[in-house]
């Protein structure tokens, strides 16, 4: 019976450490909406997801392999996003698509978080009260 | 467990549609115990990894939030009421061990 | 390390800004008229110039990934002074007129101030609001010990 399922509470852990890494980079973005030049930043998050996976995977087929250090493969990649057209001063920010982003993040990172609160009240269930 | 309705016995059937010993004497004997316990647990761990697929499937964005949220307290509600029945079994082995015969 | 502090002092470092170029919108609607200053001349008017700045920028950084050399804050780098000249309006009555009956008066234009107070105070209000959300994130993560 698969009560510990340790795969996917890493994966789940990791996934909300990636929806605030990309929280903050929203935040960046909104941060310099009226800074000249400046272009939003943006990351893929689920290719730094799929790498855990695969980091994840690697190190529960074999226990002979060392454990991966997931977090040191993984890291998301930052790239440069217009929203727009620049203004006058360079700027390339849409605000509404901005804070749109980061309300998504957030839905997604609580949904994410409460799936990991339910895997680790099972857990604890079963290691607990479930016994007699 | 979940029984499904068809598998209810029946009045004018004794044999259960699993079934699948015959006795001479033509009356089809039930499951044993430990099959229909068996079949639990697989339905249980079952249960289980759909939650984690779920779950991994809403990461992925493949998977909705409200069918993980169901597929996650499915999961939870099978296991609770795996570890009531084999409470339940343990306490009636215990009751049963301490017959005297 | 990218965490929820390193986002909060972004989100508030843009409150921040917003709120320094509030400061200087209001300084110059105050003195659209100011013909009279210490250095001399009429009032001239105030711009903040913002700048994106990383919040980690090292060697470690890069190793480990780039979303700090990327999440940038924003800095007041400076309070400038407009370098564009003065106004020259006619008014011989104006005690500080010129032989000539020219005014040198601040060239500050007071519908473009307030476009700039209103965008100042929608960015300010968008990073109000990134903070809160921040927040919220922390505060559900630190739930899961409940």
Redesign the interface.
Request: hydrophobic share 45%; net charge neutral.
């Given at each position: 019976m698969n009560i510990v399922s340790d795969a996917i509470i890493e994966l789940l852990a990791r996934a909300g450490e990636l929806r605030m890494q990309r929280a903050q980079l929203l935040a960046g973005n909104i941060a310099n909406a009226d800074t000249p030049g400046y272009t939003p930043r943006e990351m893929d998050f689920q290719q730094a997801l799929e790498l855990e996976k695969q980091g994840l995977a690697l190190a529960v087929t074999d226990e002979k392999h060392l454990p991966v250090i997931a977090t040191a493969g993984s890291e998301p990649v930052v790239y440069e996003k217009p929203d727009g057209q620049p203004g006058l001063d360079g700027n390339t920010v849409g605000l509404e698509s901005q804070m749109t982003k980061l309300t998504e993040n957030r839905i997604h990172y609580e949904a994410g978080l409460a799936a990991l609160r339910k895997k680790l009240a099972l857990l604890r269930y079963a290691v607990g009260e479930g016994g007699m | 467990m979940v029984i499904k309705p068809a598998e209810f016995p029946t009045i004018d059937r004794i044999d259960l549609p699993l079934s699948r010993e015959v006795n001479p004497a033509g009356v089809a004997e039930q499951p044993g115990f430990d099959e229909l316990l068996g079949r639990a647990l697989e339905k249980l761990d079952g249960t289980l990894k759909a939650g984690d697929a779920a779950a991994a499937g809403f990461l992925q964005g493949k998977v909705d939030i409200q069918q993980m949220a169901l597929a996650l307290e499915k999961a939870d509600i099978s296991l609770r009421f795996m570890m009531h029945v084999r409470n339940r079994v343990v306490e009636a082995y215990k009751e049963i061990s301490r017959m005297n015969i | 390390m990218?965490?929820?502090f390193?986002?909060l002092s972004?989100?508030s470092?843009?409150m921040q800004?917003?709120r320094i170029?509030v400061n200087t919108v209001a300084s110059n609607l105050a003195n659209a008229s100011t013909t009279r200053t210490e250095e001399g001349g009429p009032y001239r008017r105030l711009d903040p110039v913002?700048?994106?700045v990383p919040?980690e920028e090292s060697f470690e950084a890069t190793l480990?990934?780039?979303?700090d050399?990327?999440?940038?804050?924003?800095e007041v780098v400076e309070v400038s002074r407009d370098p564009a000249p003065p106004r020259k309006v006619y008014d011989p009555q104006h005690p500080d007129a010129d032989a000539e009956g020219y005014v040198l008066l601040p060239n500050i234009n007071v519908p473009e101030e307030m476009v700039n107070m209103i965008?100042?105070s929608?960015?300010y209000a968008?990073?109000a609001?990134?903070f809160e959300?921040?927040k919220?994130?922390a505060r559900?993560?630190v739930?899961?010990l409940k």
């Open positions: - | - | 990218a965490d929820i390193t986002a972004i989100a470092s843009g800004a917003q170029r913002f700048r994106a919040v480990e990934g780039m979303i050399e990327q999440s940038n804050k924003v965008t100042a929608r960015s968008a990073c609001n990134v959300t921040i919220q994130m559900g993560a739930d899961l």
